[in-house]
């Protein structure tokens, strides 16, 4: 009985204290989402009145705001930012997601010398600081003379993207019977063929879910991004973070609310994936 | 510093095989630049250009330009110590060019020759690392002074006036900069705002601690602030015009009388810079009156050249505050790279901080 009663106090309190939670995580970026429909072109936080201009320009259609004299053009510097984005995050996620899924395969299935350390070894770009890790890429680019620029932001993401990869997917092998693939290779099935049609197939899920985590990762990097682009390689962050000193237009904030769009329908896409059962 | 230069030389030489292995990739990523002809790289500040000129510069020279950003000094110099390279213009500030001169990065490019040059005004040739614009072009400059609303206070001109009016009630705040206000506590002691004499910063110390109760904060975020009427009146960047001009009757902006410090970036070009030519036409370029008045205009700063002075609009180029006259160019004041002397003005500004 008491137990019940303490529940029944507990619950409208917890509850309260989960809306306010939330709240506290949500209420920013909802703020950047109004205000991307401000039309003050030099101050975001000082409100207008309601626009899509914003979005306009950004689609290259023609608003009044070009005629606004204290409004900087940059449009298209911005798009160039987002389209090195998405370039560097489709061609780092493809490569992480190989090399951390056959990783991955690997240290489960097979055992070899030094396996611990070289597990730990795949956890350390995680947790080593973004600054240090920029920093040592840099030297080392510039060391073994990789011009900077895209590749070597492929690059630079991929040493830490593989070890995300790595992780999900490995996630996803240890929940899997090793049994079935014995029993695919007495059915008669090479390595390959058990790879591809029993092993695959059932980690697939962690791979894709894997694969989207490093894809918004890739994305949203600037410590490290910073330091390995080079001529003409600005992505959308590093370019944001250059607009500090003149101030943020509301168009930035057109631009967070579309990516922030894509960012829920590729994070639902993942959590999905991930928690798909394989059938 | 030093340990990262050597870091990288000595990786250098143990890295030629790792160069070797690298050698496909690079050349991968390597053709893409030296395919293209003609190119100039610019790394500047963001929205630190008029996109326009660069448009201009291209259609007339053929030359295509890239334009990378970054958002410090500090962080540029640390990019390119560590051995970044590619870029070909860099815009630093006044004290940042002499660091880099004194690191040996900067190309003389004496574009002090070029035609058009006597037309830079002497007062902006104040690196102290070059004195004639052998290496640099000035590149635009702008005052930090007060921002402030008009209903609220019909008239300011000075730091004395600015630091009475929470004696009437009204709200005033400072940048969240250690130099920028230690600078004011120097000015208003008429000490040089580079100075490393530590009977001046007692002095510049007790200032700023007699005013702390009266400062209601430290921010960048003062516009908004000034704007909506919660404070009175803020030290701010000369940027704030833009601001002023979207709201003359609400907002003004003043060079105190007592005297402000001024910041200045300046066009360099870096030793390791791949198209030194293509730079020089640049500088060049940037430096005829009527491009550089397009780019003032657009970035509504401080012009360092009087042909292109001329050629602004008169509610610019007449205002005191964007184009001060003679006597208020001289009561403003550039920081320089103070070396060891820095540790002085952190105690000052440790102390100030924690004032209640």
Same mark, same amino acid.
């Given at each position: 009985?008491?137990?019940?009663?303490?529940?029944?106090?507990?619950?409208?309190? %917890? !509850?309260?204290?989960?809306?306010?939670?939330?709240?506290?995580?949500?209420?920013?970026?909802?703020?950047?989402?109004?205000?991307?429909?401000?039309?003050?072109?030099?101050?975001? &936080?000082?409100?207008?009145?309601?626009?899509?201009?914003?979005?306009?320009?950004?689609?290259?259609?023609?608003?009044?705001?070009?005629?606004?004299?204290?409004?900087?053009?940059? *449009?298209?510097?911005?798009?160039?930012?987002?389209?090195?984005?998405?370039?560097?995050?489709?061609?780092?996620?493809?490569?992480?997601?190989?090399?951390?899924?056959?990783?991955?395969?690997?240290?489960?299935?097979?055992?070899?010398?030094?396996?611990?350390?070289?597990?730990?070894?795949?956890?350390?770009?995680?947790?080593?600081?973004?600054?240090?890790?920029?920093?040592?890429?840099?030297?080392?680019?510039?060391?073994?003379?990789?011009?900077?620029?895209?590749?070597?932001?492929?690059?630079?993401?991929? *040493?830490?993207?593989?070890?995300?990869?790595?992780?999900?997917?490995?996630?996803?092998?240890?929940?899997?019977?090793?049994?079935?693939?014995?029993?695919?290779?007495?059915?008669?099935?090479?390595? =390959?063929?058990?790879?591809?049609?029993?092993?695959?197939?059932?980690?697939?899920?962690?791979?894709?879910?894997?694969?989207?985590?490093?894809?918004? $990762?890739?994305?949203?990097?600037?410590?490290?991004?910073?330091?390995? !682009?080079?001529?003409?390689?600005?992505?959308?962050?590093?370019?944001?973070?250059? %607009?500090?000193?003149?101030?943020?237009?509301?168009?930035?904030?057109?631009?967070?609310?579309?990516? %922030?769009?894509?960012?829920?329908?590729?994070?639902?896409?993942?959590?999905?994936?991930?928690?798909?059962?394989?059938? | 510093?030093?340990?990262?230069?050597?870091?990288?030389?000595?990786?250098?030489?143990?890295?030629?095989?790792?160069?070797?292995?690298?050698?496909?990739?690079?050349?991968?990523?390597?053709?893409? *630049?030296?395919?293209?002809?003609?190119?100039?790289?610019?790394?500047?500040?963001?929205?630190?250009i008029n996109p326009e000129v660069i448009e201009r510069f291209?259609?007339?020279?053929?030359?295509?330009?890239?334009?990378?950003?970054?958002?410090?000094?500090?962080?540029?110099?640390?990019?390119?110590?560590?051995?970044?390279?590619?870029?070909? $213009?860099?815009?630093?500030?006044?004290?940042?060019?002499?660091?880099?001169?004194?690191?040996?990065?900067?190309?003389?490019?004496? $574009?002090?020759?070029?035609?058009?040059?006597?037309?830079?005004?002497?007062?902006?040739?104040?690196?102290?690392?070059?004195?004639?614009?052998?290496?640099?072009?000035?590149?635009? =400059?702008?005052?930090?002074? $007060?921002?402030?609303?008009?209903?609220?206070?019909?008239?300011?001109?000075? =730091?004395?006036?600015?630091?009475?009016?929470?004696?009437?009630?009204?709200?005033?705040?400072?940048?969240?900069?250690?130099?920028?206000?230690?600078?004011?506590?120097?000015?208003?002691?008429?000490?040089?705002?580079?100075?490393?004499?530590?009977?001046?910063?007692?002095?510049?110390?007790?200032?700023?601690?007699?005013?702390?109760?009266?400062?209601?904060?430290?921010?960048?975020?003062?516009?908004?602030?000034?704007?909506?009427?919660?404070?009175?009146?803020?030290?701010?960047?000369?940027?704030?015009?833009?601001?002023?001009?979207?709201?003359?009757?609400?907002?003004?902006?003043?060079?105190?009388?007592?005297?402000? *410090?001024?910041?200045?970036?300046? &066009?360099?070009?870096?030793?390791?810079?791949?198209?030194?030519?293509?730079?020089?036409?640049f500088?060049?370029f940037f430096?005829?009156?009527?491009i550089s008045?397009m780019n003032?205009?657009q970035?509504?700063?401080?012009?360092?050249?009087?042909?292109?002075?001329?050629?602004?609009?008169?509610?610019?180029?007449?205002?005191?505050? &964007?184009?001060?006259?003679?006597?208020? &160019?001289?009561?403003?004041?550039?920081?320089?790279?103070?070396?060891?002397?820095?540790?002085?003005?952190?105690?000052?500004?440790?102390?100030?901080?924690?004032?209640?």
């Amino acid at each position: 009985m008491t137990t019940a009663f303490l529940r029944k106090l507990f619950n409208p309190l %917890l !509850s309260g204290y989960g809306a306010l939670f939330m709240l506290f995580l949500y209420a920013p970026v909802i703020l950047v989402v109004v205000y991307s429909f401000n039309s003050n072109p030099v101050n975001l &936080m000082i409100w207008d009145h309601f626009t899509f201009d914003w979005y306009i320009n950004l689609f290259g259609g023609d608003t009044p705001l070009k005629d606004d004299i204290s409004y900087v053009d940059s *449009t298209d510097q911005l798009l160039a930012a987002l389209g090195t984005s998405l370039t560097v995050a489709a061609l780092a996620t493809i490569t992480a997601t190989v090399l951390g899924t056959s990783t991955a395969v690997a240290m489960a299935r097979y055992r070899f010398r030094m396996q611990g350390f070289y597990r730990l070894l795949l956890f350390v770009p995680m947790v080593m600081p973004d600054i240090v890790l920029g920093i040592a890429l840099l030297i080392f680019f510039v060391g073994a003379g990789i011009h900077l620029g895209v590749i070597s932001i492929v690059i630079g993401h991929c *040493t830490f993207l593989t070890s995300y990869v790595f992780i999900v997917v490995s996630a996803r092998l240890a929940g899997m019977n090793p049994l079935i693939e014995s029993a695919s290779a007495d059915l008669g099935a090479n390595e =390959w063929q058990t790879f591809r049609r029993v092993t695959l197939p059932l980690i697939l899920p962690g791979v894709i879910g894997g694969a989207l985590l490093s894809f918004i $990762i890739s994305m949203d990097d600037l410590v490290i991004t910073y330091f390995i !682009s080079g001529v003409d390689s600005t992505t959308l962050p590093v370019f944001i973070m250059g %607009l500090i000193r003149r101030g943020i237009k509301p168009e930035i904030n057109a631009i967070a609310t579309l990516m %922030l769009v894509f960012s829920i329908v590729i994070a639902s896409a993942g959590i999905y994936f991930k928690s798909r059962n394989a059938d | 510093m030093k340990g990262l230069i050597s870091a990288v030389t000595s990786s250098k030489r143990l890295s030629k095989t790792a160069a070797l292995a690298c050698l496909g990739l690079s050349g991968l990523a390597l053709s893409s *630049t030296t395919l293209a002809e003609q190119t100039l790289n610019l790394y500047n500040w963001g929205d630190y250009i008029n996109p326009e000129v660069i448009e201009r510069f291209t259609a007339e020279t053929g030359i295509k330009v890239t334009l990378d950003t970054y958002s410090s000094n500090e962080e540029m110099l640390a990019k390119l110590q560590a051995g970044a390279t590619g870029y070909d $213009i860099i815009f630093p500030s006044v004290h940042m060019q002499d660091v880099m001169t004194s690191l040996n990065m900067l190309e003389k490019t004496n $574009i002090n020759k070029a035609p058009g040059f006597e037309n830079i005004l002497k007062d902006h040739l104040i690196a102290e690392s070059d004195p004639k614009g052998e290496y640099c072009l000035p590149y635009a =400059w702008g005052s930090v002074g $007060i921002v402030y609303n008009k209903k609220l206070v019909p008239e300011l001109n000075s =730091w004395q006036e600015f630091f009475a009016l929470p004696s009437q009630g009204k709200k005033i705040t400072l940048l969240d900069d250690m130099r920028e206000d230690i600078g004011i506590g120097l000015i208003m002691n008429g000490k040089n705002v580079n100075s490393t004499d530590s009977q001046d910063l007692k002095a510049a110390q007790q200032f700023l601690l007699d005013q702390k109760p009266n400062i209601s904060a430290l921010t960048y975020d003062t516009i908004p602030m000034v704007q909506s009427g919660d404070i009175a009146a803020g030290h701010y960047y000369v940027g704030a015009m833009m601001y002023v001009n979207e709201d003359p009757d609400t907002l003004a902006y003043v060079i105190p009388k007592e005297g402000a *410090t001024m910041y200045q970036e300046d &066009m360099c070009v870096l030793k390791s810079a791949p198209n030194k030519s293509n730079a020089r036409k640049f500088m060049e370029f940037f430096l005829q009156p009527e491009i550089s008045a397009m780019n003032t205009i657009q970035q509504t700063n401080g012009s360092v050249n009087k042909a292109a002075i001329s050629l602004l609009p008169a509610a610019m180029r007449d205002n005191p505050n &964007m184009n001060p006259p003679v006597e208020t &160019m001289e009561k403003l004041q550039v920081f320089k790279d103070l070396g060891k002397g820095i540790k002085l003005y952190d105690r000052v500004w440790t102390k100030f901080r924690t004032a209640s």
